[in-house]
């Protein structure tokens, strides 16, 4: 069982199309992660959102996370073929004293059509 | 500023053979993880290093192992290799001066072909 549920796997959208990636579990997490990784290259990250209902703004990509730091979403407007890529969530818990591990979704992979 | 750095880029290999990648972490950061990427499972945890020593340790079999030097460059080896080990080993680095995981700077990933 996938600890963290990403949805949709793929998405196939114009340019200029809104669209909504989701990041689902039942654990609760300390914070959660959002990556992009575009071929041939590792992930990147977009931002981290540490307190539940928290939203955070990057240009076209909102990023929340759920009340209960259980889930998050991310939403892209206007998206642009720059966008396209492979967005992973990663959740984040304690795994005992100090020490924390970073698990990761599936991933959801987004192309954007010119 | 030097990103985190992975050789080899790709390599094949055969059945039973094993094989060594490496890691050098960004200057300054102490922490190195390892992860198994394939389409299937996506990113998958394999361990954390921090100092010179395992912090954290995924679900893998114990074919798999790694080590992390004083200079905080890292090195992970598969042995007795199988098919179904045919991924891209991405190494993340992390400059966590405390708890928590702080952000991971990826390498570009090591492309690992069993026949």
């Known amino acids: 069982t996938q600890l963290l549920e990403q949805s949709p796997q793929f998405l196939s959208i114009q340019e200029g199309e809104n669209l909504t990636v989701y990041c689902n579990s039942s654990s609760v997490f300390s914070s959660l992660q959002w990556y992009r990784q575009e071929p041939g290259e590792g992930p990147v990250l977009l931002v981290t959102?540490?307190?539940?209902?928290e939203v955070k703004k990057l240009k076209r990509l909102t990023f929340q996370f759920g009340d209960a730091r259980k889930d998050s979403s991310l939403h892209i407007t206007a998206a642009q073929p720059g966008d396209t890529g492979l967005y992973l969530c990663a959740g984040e818990r304690n795994s005992g004293g100090s020490n924390y591990k970073l698990t990761f979704g599936k991933g959801t992979l987004l192309t954007v059509n010119p | 500023k030097a990103g985190v750095t992975q050789t080899p880029r790709y390599l094949i290999k055969t059945r039973g053979q094993q094989v060594t990648l490496s890691c050098s972490p960004i200057s300054g950061h102490r922490s190195v993880s390892w992860y198994q990427q394939t389409p299937g499972q996506g990113l998958q945890f394999l361990f954390e290093y921090f100092s010179e020593t395992q912090r954290n340790k995924g679900n893998f079999p114990g074919r798999f192992s790694g080590r992390q030097f004083s200079n905080s460059r890292s090195e992970m080896n598969v042995s007795t290799l199988e098919l179904g080990d045919s991924a891209l080993y991405l190494c993340a680095s992390s400059i966590l001066a405390g708890g928590g995981t702080g952000e991971l700077f990826f390498g570009e990933g090591s492309r690992l072909t069993v026949l």
């Open positions: 959102v540490v307190t539940g209902g």
